[in-house]
């Protein structure tokens, strides 16, 4: 008997490449030993959690026989810290918020969800910009939505607007970017997100209903060379910003993340009643306690960047070295080169002969090029350095 | 413009009473003050997380500075978790469980979600029996099954299997049960069970195809009398136990949960497979890594339930003595009593004169009664009778 949905059976025949790659990643360590394998598939943080967050969590342990200190609290998480993250992010974002344009949630994953229950009714579509995160397909159904990809501009990875304003329907109902971007680097430009927020709003004004546009940027921090990732919060009453901590302070299984909404919407106290309700319904309930008491003491407190800066250049290096064609990422910890050889399944399979493990672009809606996660100790990158350069001469 | 989805526009016309009740009680303790306000809307557990909690969490603290300590791990929890608390659950459940017949989840809650996301077919229906917990609607909604509440046996809350026969269609995928039931407290004997499972593995044979029945059972540590609530897992293949650390370790906001399936499941594999995708897929990613730390450290401990036994037998004297009806509750800290006067929301509203927060029976789908949640301390209790014998005097 059938014992799955008829949509799950299908995913599953479907599976993810990143995890796919996880597994033959498994089946390599497990015969050559994890230090003889060079794994760039995940982008599990390998540095530390900052001291902020260990001293906290110590806080947190000597608290932990008062009553209701794991007590549940409003499906919204704790007003009082959504109070201190609304001033936080006031800086971050060059805005004026206040804690009811801002909500916790479970990591910037059940964000993305918790929105999408809020605003999306059955049968509308989102777009994003490919190369995207795999994942944001299954957001979407989840809420009876599609996905609709649009390509970047193969040049630079930069949205392409032209193709972004043939692509709204009367059935859109958001526009997803991310940025900086997983698996590109690229980070958007404030005039690239101006345009965006104009189209989006007459847009809007065209169809009689709001597009709204998600910011999902976990990789805010983790911008190279001095940039600073503009904020599309002033720019458009419909923008929301999600992120979590899991990449600036190293805490992805936590799974504590959060929505700030801009505070030019009209509509602000049904959007948050919203918001708080699906967190609620979807299961969620409220996000985890331990990690709200942690971001509670170490808000503003990141891992050291110029880590990822010096293997960011390690990378480039190794790259540059072994003849690949690549954009150098501006943001987060990715490179996603050009495949040699142009097949990116088959060129990924070969870099598994010299125990290297990347992810497909196919994975990523983008053919032809592989994504390199190198939140990975520098040595890692400099010894698989041969192995790189020897298969991209195998397939160039 | 209308910015919320049509579904959840509705569902915030129709908000929960139980979150209502949460407000008018913060108005009424804002205007009292907390200490003058008799506060039983909530299933929010006073007492204090046990020892084995406190100690471990101080443990994972000392270990917080180490690479990956916060990292992901598989969509279903620490692999070497699953092992540990199989071996837990194989007592309890009196079943012999491995690694793979158990899967962590965000809280019950998430278990739920991530169970239905995985089996239900859009249109499908899920029944439950009424009483019952409200969010169980929503969370049939979330995959797009509808819930189809069958009355207890008003007598003594017991499920009415004739009534569940003729409840059950082609439609059906699934029966969802709550024992120790929230909010009638009552325990379904090893007798109802064993007719149930056999009920509906007929029907499964009759339809082709398999009715799952899920029971959720965060309170299975807090039967009274000594009972021992009995496990369905033996009694049908496609039977599944849902629990969390919620209650009996008063950790409700770290949200930990876990689903446990029948070994006499052929397609165990396949129904793993889809519970790890839909714990990713629905934004859960993983249950938090800290109360997974935590489980692995406090596994098998428990508050103290002589204290929720004392509060009982407080609550049952101060509602004997106020001339209320009721059932005594043989397992969960809930009372639901009928409403004297018969009009659950006119005697809610009666109660509120009394500083005395309840929640109406309506908001679990059985109005004429109302549910008291006594994790309170036992002064609580005793200082509320006064208010108690004067709401029923009033309205009989």
Redesign the interface.
């Known amino acids: 008997?059938?014992?799955?949905?008829?949509?799950?059976?299908g995913?599953?025949e479907n599976a993810s490449w990143i995890r796919r790659m996880f597994e033959l990643g498994s089946q390599l360590k497990a015969q050559y030993g994890a230090e003889n394998v060079y794994d760039f598939s995940?982008g599990?943080?390998?540095?530390?959690?900052p001291?902020a967050?260990?001293d906290g969590?110590?806080e947190?342990?000597?608290q932990?026989?008062?009553?209701?200190?794991?007590?549940?609290?409003p499906n919204g998480g704790f007003p009082w810290l959504r109070e201190k993250l609304a001033r936080h992010l006031s800086a971050e974002q060059n805005i004026n918020l206040g804690a009811d344009e801002v909500i916790l949630t479970?990591?910037a994953?059940?964000?993305?969800?918790?929105f999408l229950?809020?605003?999306?009714?059955p049968g509308e579509e989102v777009i994003t910009i490919a190369p995207y995160f795999v994942?944001y397909g299954?957001?979407c159904e989840?809420h009876?939505a599609t996905l609709k990809p649009v390509p970047a501009n193969p040049k630079d990875f930069m949205p392409d607007l032209a193709a972004l304003e043939s692509a709204i329907t009367p059935a859109t109902r958001a526009v997803l970017i991310n940025t900086p971007n997983n698996p590109t680097g690229a980070i958007y430009s404030a005039q690239t997100l101006k345009a965006l927020a104009r189209l989006l709003e007459n847009k809007?004004q065209e169809y009689?209903?709001?597009i709204w546009l998600i910011s999902d940027e976990p990789y805010r921090f983790l911008a190279y060379d001095g940039q600073q990732p503009p904020s599309i919060l002033p720019l458009y009453p419909?923008a929301v910003a999600i992120s979590s901590l899991s990449k600036n302070m190293?805490?992805?299984?936590?799974?504590i993340g959060y929505i700030a909404i801009s505070p030019r919407?009209k509509?602000k106290a049904?959007?948050m009643?919203?918001l708080t309700?699906?967190n609620?319904?979807?299961?969620?309930?409220?996000p985890?306690?331990?990690?709200?008491q942690i971001l509670a003491r170490a808000i503003g407190s990141n891992v050291d960047i110029d880590i990822y800066a010096n293997r960011r250049k390690a990378m480039a290096e190794t790259l540059r070295d072994g003849g690949y064609e690549f954009v150098m990422p501006q943001g987060a910890f990715y490179f996603f080169p050009k495949a040699p050889g142009g097949d990116d399944v088959a060129f990924v399979k070969r870099l598994l002969e010299e125990r290297i493990l990347a992810v497909p672009g196919s994975g990523f809606g983008w053919p032809g090029h592989f994504r390199l996660a190198f939140c990975v100790n520098e040595n890692v990158i400099r010894n698989a350095a041969p192995g790189f350069a020897r298969a991209a001469a195998a397939l160039a």
Chains 1, 2 share one sequence.
């Open positions: 008997m059938a014992i799955l949905s008829e949509k799950v059976t995913y599953l995940l599990n943080p390998d540095l530390p959690a001291q967050v260990v969590l110590k947190i342990a000597s932990a026989s008062e009553p209701f200190a794991f007590g549940y609290m479970n990591g994953a059940g964000a993305i969800n918790s229950r809020a605003v999306v009714n994942e299954f957001y989840n009876g809007s009689g209903k709001p419909y190293s805490l992805p299984g936590e799974r919407l509509e049904e959007l009643a919203g309700l699906t609620r319904i979807l299961g969620f309930v409220n985890p306690v331990i990690g709200q």
